[in-house]
Nanobody, 123 residues
Framework: VQLQASGGGLVQAGDSLRLSCATP????????LGWFRQAPGKEREIVAA????????FYSDPVKGRFAISRDNTKKLVYLQMDSLKPEDSAVYYC?????????????????WGQGTLVTVSS
């Protein structure tokens, strides 16, 4: 299963971006999905996740209230709306999937990964 993340770019602090992750040719409805990020010199960390049914979501503390994850099962897309961006949000963002109803905070629980999209927030 190939995941394709897009939507990154260079923005200023306070701006918004929307990341998208496509899962062409897959059983998208089978997956819980997550967004992770990795900044230079830091470990990859979870940002947000959404269950297969979209009934539950998770947000890490640094992004809570600013980011929103959603999914469109018809289009086989998962989105990460990022508002009020800060320089510390700069990172490569990855989407990931696991065949389960339930999301997980653990990177090792996700079996399918996209290539990453770079987000740079200038101050």
């Amino acid at each position: 299963v190939q995941l394709q993340a897009s939507g990154g770019g260079l923005v200023q602090a306070g701006d918004s971006l929307r990341l998208s992750c496509a899962t062409p040719g897959s059983s998208f409805r089978d997956f819980a999905l997550g967004w992770f990020r990795q900044a230079p010199g830091k470990e990859r960390e979870i940002v947000a996740a959404i269950s297969r049914s979209a009934r539950t979501t998770f947000y890490s503390d640094p992004v809570k209230g600013r980011f929103a994850i959603s999914r469109d099962n018809t289009k086989k897309l998962v989105y990460l709306q990022m508002d009020s961006l800060k320089p510390e949000d700069s990172a490569v963002y990855y989407c990931a999937g696991r065949r389960s109803e339930f999301w997980s905070r653990a990177e090792s629980d996700y079996y399918y990964w996209g290539q990453g999209t770079l987000v740079t927030v200038s101050s």
